[in-house]
């Protein structure tokens, strides 16, 4: 459920015309709403009650600081996987024990930055990242708090590019040699194993490979403390799908997935944490783009937007849906027409969907991206100099601009010429 609705026949995000902040802020830009932030963030503390948990936003999904601080808020904790994201987290308010740090390449500035500025626990990818940690952290005089990533080598079937956890990805240790690496941190100083991790890949639709993989954690709980470790908190990663379309898909709801995680991994007596990243945003955001030409072809009719994959690439990069709806509403009965939905940016690449039905849509016209909240404003780019496009962000009936659009100057200006030119 989300808070982008038709309202007297004009798309609304919560009690604000999606219309009136076009006029303002000029297309295209980003659109979230804090009620379906607040509502999806809530939908998991709330799976998770009744066992001591933490959820730790996965905020590569999209990191706005006005979205960190407004999950923040809440109680979030945050999931990093680079210095900038700890930064960030930190300038948003999050207290440093309340970060875990993820990613399979941390490298030696980053580990010292959470290290000096506070960090609830570092989630190892590597041998080679546990030793040069100990090594930081001992220089340093501290004893850091770590879980070891396990890969579980099950197919989460999902899109092959956020697929995490088979034995040919590059994430984690595989979860036969966890016992060895497990020992190895004893002997290390300034680390100590609070726990195990595991996170198998992004827009997962069904249960079943999150229960293959607990039910591995599980096992491995019940095999480190027999060896001795005090497994003291799971940390069982993010990836629940979100529903894309509007009308087939129904992905399981967080409170399923709160089930399962009491069902298999209830009885251990651990903290869970959870990461969820795309559940929290993803429809919590739209992007809004205008119609700029109606280009008729050959046997097929494009709509050329002011959008492109250099702002929202998921299409190109994913081969993924969006549903892109009109900001005005279409009376009822109207026929629709396929469209080609494109670009200006001069790749091919740069097609949002291809012969999707449409009401009639003249140039001027606005329409919305629905379910671009994640993965949508932190994976644009300036190609084709095109300035990073605004983030708005709606609370009942007020808006503000939360990422302002940069100036061509602004853009020329980064660059610097050296002496020579
Ligand atoms: C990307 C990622 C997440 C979040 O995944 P979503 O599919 O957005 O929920 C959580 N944990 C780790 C380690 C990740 O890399």
């Known amino acids: 459920m989300d808070h982008f609705l038709y309202r007297d026949g004009v798309l609304h995000a919560e009690d604000v015309p999606v219309a009136e902040i076009a006029a303002q802020v000029g297309t295209p ?15 998991f503390d709330e799976a998770l009650s009744g066992m001591p948990h933490m959820v730790c936003y996965a905020m590569k999904a999209a ?38 740090f993820s990613g399979v390449g941390k490298t030696e500035e980053e580990m010292r930055m959470a290290l ?11 041998e080679p990242e546990m030793e040069r940690l100990s090594r930081i952290a001992s220089s340093m005089g501290v004893e850091v708090p770590v879980t070891v990533r396990v890969n579980p080598d099950v197919d989460a079937k999902t899109h092959a590019k956020i697929a995490t956890g088979k034995s040919e990805n590059k994430f984690g240790i595989p979860i036969s040699r966890a016992k060895e690496v497990y020992a190895r941190i004893k002997d290390l100083p300034g680390l100590k194993a609070v726990g195990i991790d595991v996170h198998i890949g992004s827009q997962l639709t069904d249960l079943e490979p999150y229960r293959q993989a607990f039910l591995k954690v599980g096992e491995l709980t019940d095999a480190l403390r027999a060896e001795g470790h005090e497994i003291q908190r799971l940390d069982l990663g993010g990836g629940l799908g979100i529903p894309y379309t509007r009308s087939n898909e129904a992905p399981p709801l967080p409170s399923q997935y709160g089930d ?55 299409p190109a990069m994913y081969d993924a849906h969006h549903d892109i709806v009109p900001v005005v509403e279409p009376a009822p ?44 404003a932190v994976m644009s780019s300036e190609y084709n100099t095109r300035p990073l496009i605004p983030e708005v962000l709606v609370k ?26």
């Open 116 to 126: 000096e500025g506070g960090i609830r626990q570092f989630n190892l990818e590597s």
């Open 333 to 376: 009965g109207t026929e629709q027409q396929p469209y080609d939905i494109v670009g200006p940016v001069c790749e091919s690449g740069d097609t949002f969907a291809k012969q999707r039905m449409m009401p009639p849509l003249a140039e001027g016209d606005l329409v919305a991206f629905r379910s671009a909240g994640a993965y949508g």
């Open 260 to 314: 399962l995680i009491r069902e298999t991994l209830g009885d251990k007596g651990c903290e869970i944490e959870i990461e969820p990243g795309r559940l929290v945003a993803g429809n919590a955001g739209i992007m809004v783009s205008r119609v700029i030409y109606v280009k008729s072809g050959e046997g097929r009719d494009f709509l050329i937007l002011d959008g492109a994959m250099n702002d929202l690439i998921r």
């Open 63 to 100: 990191s706005n600081q006005a979205i960190l601080r407004t999950l923040a808020d809440l109680g979030a904790g945050m999931d990093v996987v680079s210095g900038g994201e700890y930064a960030r987290a930190r300038a948003a308010g999050v207290p440093g024990d309340r970060i875990v």
């Open 29 to 43: 830009f980003y659109l979230y709403s804090t009620a379906t932030l607040t509502r999806h963030f809530t939908l």
């Open 396 to 421: 009942g009936d007020q808006f503000a601009v939360i990422r302002p659009r940069p100036s061509f100057d602004d853009i020329i200006n980064r660059d610097t010429l050296p002496s020579w030119l």
